[in-house]
């Protein structure tokens, strides 16, 4: 026995649902490893945080030192200033090295945030189109039903006025 259109129909709409079932599978593993992903770049966006604000905090010291020591509030010795200076600035040039790589980290963390988002709109968009083939079927089935209800009532219709006819000429 052949399939009709509507059987072609149904068979092809839950070949396509079964395919969109297994991508939103994949779709939900891409999911759990990008979200993996932002987790550890936000770790490490977050100790570079903490790095940076340690680095701001020893060169807000460094600076107080050498204010110290400008203020004349006690005796220093001219190396002494000039090692303390030094040393603030390669605190200063650590401190914009670690600025630089956690704005670089920062930018990772969004561009991983933008990813989680672009799979999290797939899945949506996936699990509607899944959702519309299913709907699909069950608007086909109904049509289905609906004529071969219409083709019964039709037939018993049909013999109901025959059984009529031959009542009919029977009496005559």
Same mark, same amino acid.
């Given at each position: 026995m052949g399939m009709n259109a509507a059987d072609r129909r149904i068979a092809a709409l839950r070949r396509?649902?079964?395919r969109r079932t297994r991508l939103e599978?994949?779709?939900?593993?891409?999911?759990?490893a990008q979200r993996e992903q932002h987790a550890h770049a936000a770790a490490q966006r977050d100790d570079?945080?903490?790095?940076?604000q340690s680095e701001r905090e020893l060169l807000l010291a460094c600076h107080e030192r050498i204010a110290q020591l400008m203020s004349g509030s006690k005796a220093f010795a001219l190396a002494e200033m000039?090692?303390?200076?030094?040393?603030a600035e390669i605190v200063a040039d650590r401190l914009r090295v670690a600025e630089g790589e956690l704005a670089m980290l920062e930018q990772a963390v969004e561009a991983k945030a933008l =990813?989680? $988002?672009a799979t999290?709109?797939?899945?949506?968009?996936?699990?509607g189109r899944i959702d519309i083939c299913k709907?699909?079927? %069950?608007?086909?089935?109904?049509?289905? =039903?609906? $004529?071969?209800?219409?083709a019964a009532d039709e037939e018993a219709e049909e013999a109901a006025l025959a059984r009529m006819r031959i009542? %009919?000429?029977?009496v005559v």
């Open positions: 396509t649902a079964e599978d994949s779709l939900r593993n891409t999911l759990a570079k945080s903490a790095a940076v000039n090692a303390s200076m030094r040393h =990813e989680v $988002a999290l709109r797939a899945i949506a968009n996936n699990r709907a699909r079927v %069950a608007e086909i089935r109904r049509s289905v =039903e609906a $004529a071969a209800s219409d009542n %009919a000429r029977s």
